[in-house]
């Protein structure tokens, strides 16, 4: 299983991001997708999902109404576009998935949000 995120970077408050994730190495297309991110010094926390055909999708409180997550499962990709991003944005952005009781990750997205 392989995740690798990519669409980070530094960004000015306001603006927005589309942060993606391709994955590899198992069914995509049947399990659900998760975005975290973890800010400096706080815990990782959960800010969208997605189910496997592209409906049940969640959001955490801090962005709903800012954010969307898709995916594109003949492209083994999901996506999280972040707009009207804040400070408290600034985070490392990982993509998960969990397969019977173990947790996958991808190595993390820097999304930075500064004037």
């Known amino acids: 299983v392989q995740l690798v995120e990519s669409g980070g970077g530094l960004v000015q408050p306001g603006g927005s991001l589309r942060l993606s994730c391709v994955a590899s190495?198992?069914?995509?297309?049947?399990?659900?997708m998760r975005w975290y991110r973890q800010a400096p010094g706080k815990e990782r926390e959960l800010v969208a999902r997605?189910?496997?055909?592209?409906?049940?999708?969640n959001y955490a409180d801090s962005v709903k109404g800012r954010c969307t997550i898709s995916r594109d499962n003949a492209k083994n990709a999901v996506y999280l576009q972040i707009n009207t991003l804040k400070p408290e944005d600034t985070a490392v952005y990982y993509c998960?998935?969990?397969?019977?009781?173990?947790?996958?990750w991808g190595q993390g997205t820097q999304v930075t949000v500064s004037s």
């Open positions: 998960q998935t969990r397969m019977r009781v173990v947790d996958y």
């Open positions: 190495g198992f069914p995509f297309s049947s399990y659900f």
């Open positions: 997605i189910g496997p055909d592209g409906g049940s999708k």
